[in-house]
């Protein structure tokens, strides 16, 4: 079973850091893009940062220069997003997302991992 787990998270003031990092596991033949995004409640989910397999990186206009988005080279099953000069703005729940080939699929397909939420506030 394929599950994508996520750590990280939790309450910061504003201009402080946060590490969010996401964990692919089970039998998985390949791993294509690995996303973050987020959403707050009322609002559709919208695209933070993407990595694809060969470490092309793309950034939300929002977050560029603040966050950085990583993977682990060695398996590239990581993914982590690295969150700077935090703002209030940023408060969301983070979701991971990885474009994977798996075991029993014939193609790539896409999972998610549980939000985790962040809190920007003072």
């Known amino acids: 079973q394929v599950q994508l787990v996520v750590s990280g998270g939790g309450l910061v003031q504003p201009v402080g850091s946060l590490r969010l990092s996401c964990v692919a596991s089970?039998?998985?033949?390949?791993?294509?893009?690995m996303t973050w995004y987020r959403q707050v409640p009322g609002k559709e989910r919208e695209l933070v940062a993407t990595?694809?397999?060969?470490?092309?990186?793309?950034y939300a206009d929002s977050v560029k220069g603040r966050f950085t988005i990583s993977r682990n080279n060695a398996n590239k099953k990581t993914v982590n997003l690295q969150m700077n000069s935090l703002k209030p703005e940023d408060t969301a729940a983070y979701y991971c997302?990885?474009?994977?080939?798996?075991?029993?699929?014939?193609?790539?397909?896409?999972?998610w991992g549980q939000g985790t939420q962040v809190t920007v506030s003072s």
């Open positions: 997302n990885a474009n994977l080939w798996t075991r029993g699929e014939r193609s790539y397909r896409d999972y």
């Open positions: 089970g039998t998985i033949f390949d791993v294509n893009n």
């Open positions: 990595i694809t397999s060969s470490g092309s990186t793309n």
